[in-house]
């Protein structure tokens, strides 16, 4: 599976942002899909996770309540929508595609995507 994470960039403290990522290779219907950022200096760390049908959803406690993850199987396409951004969510997000939610929420990661920049400004 290659994954390519798109739509980021630069926006205002209070602004929103859609990252959208796009599979190709393999329906990505069989795997719980998330979303990691890794900021300048920081490790990667978990962001947003969806089970394989969308029934189950996590969220790292920094972005509960601002970031909705969403998916679309018959698209191959996952979606984070990201409100009330603020400069500390600056980094760049990253695709990822796992067996099931417990394996993102470990970092045991089958397939990682390109990722795409967001920054925050004051």
């Known amino acids: 599976v290659q994954l390519q994470a798109s739509g980021g960039g630069l926006v205002q403290a209070g602004g929103s942002l859609r990252l959208s990522c796009a599979a190709s290779?393999?329906?990505?219907?069989?795997?719980?899909m998330g979303w990691f950022r890794q900021a300048p200096g920081k490790d990667r760390e978990f962001v947003a996770g969806?089970?394989?049908?969308?029934?189950?959803?996590y969220y790292a406690d920094s972005v509960k309540g601002r970031f909705t993850i969403s998916r679309d199987n018959a698209k191959n396409m996952v979606y984070l929508q990201m409100n009330s951004l603020n400069p500390e969510d600056t980094a760049v997000y990253y695709c990822?595609?796992?067996?099931?939610?417990?394996?993102?929420?470990?970092?045991?990661?089958?397939?990682w995507g390109k990722g795409t920049q967001v920054t925050v400004s004051s």
């Open positions: 990822a595609a796992g067996l099931g939610l417990a394996d993102l929420l470990s970092s045991t990661i089958l397939y």
């Open positions: 290779g393999r329906t990505l219907s069989g795997y719980a």
């Open positions: 969806i089970g394989q049908i969308g029934g189950r959803i």
